[in-house]
């Protein structure tokens, strides 16, 4: 029998594993959002347009299709299931990364996302992941200090 730390390991892995195959299609959606019109001139007048499309896609792009998702699936897990801890969020964070960067490019036949070979603004899904987890983090620890009115999915009776 595993442990209650094994299993909540365990749960915050696979969570983040599903949470990358739904974010696939988030992300789909919120990529077809054109930037307005104008959007990207100031950036080119200054010469920073990888700035520019950088905060496009870490606000638009990867804000709303993945920062969303994960938020509301991390905060529905440390309500429901599991205690918010780092070590959880770590987990997540790993096996979004692993299936967002090796598993789901092998599924659909696409190359694979090596971090040497992308542009600075290439980083936004990295960027957005951690603040979107870290936020859910943050908030269930003020929402919810204690945590004697979860159900016990992962935990032990008390």
């Known amino acids: 029998m595993l442990s209650t730390k094994c299993r909540q390991a365990l749960f915050g892995f696979v969570l983040g594993v599903l949470t990358a195959f739904l974010a696939v299609f988030t992300i789909a959606i919120t990529a077809a959002i054109a930037a307005p019109m104008g959007f990207f001139d100031w950036f080119k007048s200054r010469g920073i347009l990888t700035a520019g499309l950088f905060l496009w896609d870490l606000a638009v792009v990867f804000g709303l299709g993945l920062g969303t998702v994960v938020l509301l699936s991390l905060l529905a897990s440390f309500r429901l299931a599991a205690r918010p801890l780092v070590g959880f969020t770590i987990l997540f964070v790993a096996g979004f990364l692993l299936t967002s960067h090796v598993i789901v490019p092998i ?8 971090f040497y070979l ?4 290439g980083f936004a899904l990295e960027v957005s992941l951690i603040l979107a987890a870290v936020s859910a983090l943050l908030l269930a620890r003020r929402l919810w200090p204690n945590n004697s009115f979860k159900p016990n999915l992962l935990r032990k009776s008390a």
């Open 118 to 121: 992308r542009p600075v603004n």
């Open 107 to 114: 599924i659909y036949g696409t190359p694979l996302s090596f």
